[in-house]
């Protein structure tokens, strides 16, 4: 019997994910992959798969599968409660989905984003190298829905080394991201960078996977004229005119008009990619000025 997943229900969205299509910049295509990339590698590892096998990226629970053939899977990310066949399981850990069992994941009580992951991969068709979904380009496979079916690739050789793991879940509260200034922080009215490294700001229902808008101390621009657009990166801080910031996630656009005040650090981008509307962001210099340095 060829192994897969018959998807019941999705939630607010569940999409299929890697580790993205890196190189195709010039042809205006997207890296995209995995929001909280710590914890999709992490699912894999702890199934013994290769990293960049691909696995469902499900945003505030919901989803709901059939096996086909039985698998063995694991859930990381936000800790969503787990039932298969009725039966309670838990997150972090890995655990065997018979044959017509089914999958169900419930509301994360932290975090936003939960990575399931079957041993062997989702394997569906690459495009571009990758079986990422990019929801802001519109390639690979489409945000899932009932009635796909998501076939499972061979188990890798090497049989798993863990069966759980003492993972701390995504914090509840404040989050602090590093983030390093510019490269445009020079548009800014003087002590706006002073403002974003001491002021909170909360993340509103204005969040997807391209990018979440903070609410917060407004960075209101030096008046320096229009700047052309110009490349943007995974947790660039774009500020348009309101002064209010855009934080830019896995599927952001490549080109952006506004200026650029800083860009979260590559380790804190999955860190961010949990935070749920209501929470708060707080965000440091990084690298951390010398003590008894001041900011520039």
């Given at each position: 019997?060829?192994?897969?997943?018959d998807?019941?229900?999705?939630?607010?969205?569940?999409t299929?994910?890697?580790?993205?299509?890196?190189?195709?910049?010039?042809?205006?295509?997207?890296?995209?992959?995995?929001?909280?990339?710590?914890?999709?590698?992490?699912?894999?590892?702890?199934?013994g798969?290769a990293?960049?096998?691909a696995?469902?990226?499900v945003?505030?629970?919901?989803l709901?599968?059939?096996c086909r053939?039985?698998?063995?899977?694991a859930?990381?990310g936000?800790?969503?409660p787990?039932?298969?066949?009725?039966r309670?399981?838990a997150?972090?850990?890995?655990?065997?989905?018979?044959?017509?069992?089914?999958?169900?994941?419930?509301?994360?009580?932290?975090?936003?984003?939960s990575?399931?992951?079957?041993?062997?991969?989702?394997?569906?068709?690459?495009?571009?190298?990758?079986r990422?979904?990019?929801?802001?380009?519109?390639?690979?496979p489409?945000?899932?829905?009932?009635?796909d079916?998501?076939?499972?690739?061979p188990?890798p050789a090497?049989?798993?080394?863990?069966?759980?793991?003492?993972?701390?879940?995504?914090?509840?509260?404040?989050?602090?991201?590093?983030?390093?200034?510019?490269?445009?922080?020079?548009?800014?009215?003087?002590?706006?960078?002073d403002?974003?490294f001491?002021?909170?700001?909360?993340?509103?229902?204005?969040?997807?996977?391209?990018?979440?808008?903070?609410?917060?101390?407004?960075l209101?621009?030096?008046?320096?004229?229009e700047?052309?657009?110009?490349?943007?990166?995974?947790?660039a801080?774009q500020?348009?005119?309101?002064?209010l910031p855009?934080?830019?996630?896995?599927?952001?656009p490549?080109?952006?008009?506004?200026?650029?005040?800083?860009?979260v650090?590559?380790?804190?981008i999955?860190?961010?990619?949990?935070?749920?509307?209501?929470?708060?962001?707080?965000f440091?210099?990084?690298?951390?000025?010398?003590?008894?340095?001041e900011?520039?």
């Amino acid at each position: 019997m060829k192994r897969g997943l018959d998807v019941l229900g999705t939630g607010p969205l569940a999409t299929v994910q890697d580790l993205g299509r890196p190189g195709h910049a010039a042809l205006g295509v997207g890296v995209s992959g995995a929001a909280d990339p710590g914890s999709f590698r992490l699912a894999n590892r702890l199934l013994g798969n290769a990293e960049g096998d691909a696995a469902i990226e499900v945003t505030f629970g919901g989803l709901r599968v059939r096996c086909r053939g039985g698998v063995f899977a694991a859930v990381t990310g936000a800790p969503a409660p787990l039932l298969v066949g009725g039966r309670p399981e838990a997150p972090y850990s890995v655990f065997h989905l018979p044959d017509g069992a089914e999958l169900r994941l419930g509301s994360p009580p932290a975090g936003l984003r939960s990575y399931l992951a079957v041993r062997g991969g989702i394997d569906v068709p690459p495009v571009l190298g990758s079986r990422s979904t990019d929801t802001l380009a519109g390639l690979g496979p489409a945000p899932l829905g009932p009635g796909d079916l998501l076939p499972v690739g061979p188990p890798p050789a090497g049989a798993p080394l863990l069966d759980v793991l003492p993972v701390r879940p995504p914090p509840a509260g404040d989050i602090e991201l590093r983030a390093m200034p510019g490269p445009r922080d020079d548009w800014f009215a003087p002590g706006a960078l002073d403002v974003l490294f001491t002021a909170a700001y909360t993340v509103t229902s204005e969040i997807d996977r391209v990018g979440m808008r903070l609410d917060g101390p407004g960075l209101p621009h030096a008046g320096c004229g229009e700047l052309p657009s110009e490349g943007t990166v995974t947790g660039a801080l774009q500020v348009p005119p309101s002064g209010l910031p855009v934080l830019f996630l896995a599927d952001h656009p490549l080109t952006g008009g506004y200026p650029v005040i800083a860009v979260v650090a590559s380790a804190d981008i999955g860190r961010a990619a949990q935070a749920r509307p209501g929470q708060r962001l707080r965000f440091v210099p990084h690298p951390a000025p010398p003590l008894g340095k001041e900011r520039p």
